[in-house]
């Protein structure tokens, strides 16, 4: 498999500060906020990284490649975008 190590975890922007979600990006693979995907009306994100998962994490639902792709290819859910797909 080829993301067998890393995982995703969604998360609700405005239940963070932007100190938190700074912190947030620097365990994750993603550089900043600004790099984050976000759903299409902008109030959730997805953040992943590879192997343990950091404590920043501890607690957050995480999903592996396979269900991640499968939220983001809903045509019902949050993230589908025609232009992305």
Same mark, same amino acid.
């Given at each position: 498999?080829?993301? &067998?190590?890393?995982? @995703? +975890? ?8 932007? $100190?938190?979600? &700074?912190?947030?990006? %620097?365990?994750?693979?993603?550089? *900043? ?8 009306? /902008? ?5 992943? @990284?590879? /192997? ?6 501890? /607690? ?9 792709? %499968?939220?983001?290819?809903? +045509?019902? *859910?949050? @993230?589908?975008? $025609? +232009?992305?797909?």
């Amino acid at each position: 498999m080829r993301f &067998e190590n890393r995982r @995703w +975890v969604i998360i609700t922007l405005a239940s963070y500060t932007d $100190e938190q979600l &700074e912190n947030l990006c %620097a365990n994750a693979i993603q550089s *900043g906020v600004s790099t984050l995907r976000k759903t299409t009306d /902008g109030t959730k994100a997805i953040l992943k @990284w590879d /192997g343990d998962t950091p404590s920043v994490f501890d /607690g957050m639902t995480t999903y592996n490649h396979s269900q991640i792709l %499968a939220i983001l290819n809903d +045509v019902d *859910g949050d @993230w589908y975008s $025609e +232009v992305n797909n």
